[in-house]
């Protein structure tokens, strides 16, 4: 088991891989994971995500989880296991494909995002996630070179943060945590 319970790189439970896995074959075909990642966020709605979202028949996920994407081990698992602690259902990834992956299969109300991720940029994940219907956290130590137009679509966080200011900025944009069945 790895970070976080061993989720940090599966999208959830370990039965959400299968899950990820079927959605690729069945909705979206299996090219997807050889896709460049700009092909699949297209911003106009037509990129083979946006058709598998549009037509979602995966299982409903609660009302409140929240995709936290973060390269860096400690952070992610911190703010993880912060968000948990509060009630929270958290997937944890390191990069922008993982997100995407996780965008096929699962539904997220929110989604917090490192600005510097390896392969890609965190503000177009998390403009994906607009377009998807979540609302957004981007994460950063370069609050200088943030692109126009960012601070007005998405919540911005400089690092190192602050753990009251992150879990009242998810409370503010998706409220409390979801009642887990018992």
Do not use: W
């Not at 990642?37 to 598998?52: E, I, M, V």
């Amino acid at each position: 088991m790895g970070p976080a319970g061993g989720r940090s790189e599966a999208c959830g439970h370990r039965s959400d891989t299968a899950r990820v896995r079927d959605a690729r074959s069945h909705d979206i075909g299996s090219n997807v994971g050889h896709m460049p990642l700009d092909s699949l966020l297209k911003g106009n709605g037509t990129g083979p995500l946006f058709a598998r979202n549009r037509h979602a028949t995966l299982m409903t996920m609660p009302e409140n989880r929240i995709l936290l994407i973060e390269d860096e081990p400690t952070t992610r698992e911190i703010i993880t296991e912060l968000l948990r602690g509060e009630g929270y259902d958290v997937d944890s990834v390191a990069t922008a494909g993982a997100a995407i992956t996780c965008f096929k299969a699962i539904t997220y109300a929110l989604v917090i995002a490192d600005r510097m991720l390896p392969d890609g940029d965190g503000i177009g994940i998390a403009d994906t996630a607009i377009e998807l219907g979540c609302k957004t956290i981007i994460i950063t130590g370069y609050l200088e070179d943030l692109p126009t137009g960012s601070a007005e679509r998405h919540q911005i966080f400089g690092k190192p943060l602050d753990p009251v200011e992150i879990i009242a900025a998810t409370r503010e944009a998706i409220g409390g945590p979801a009642a887990q069945p018992g």
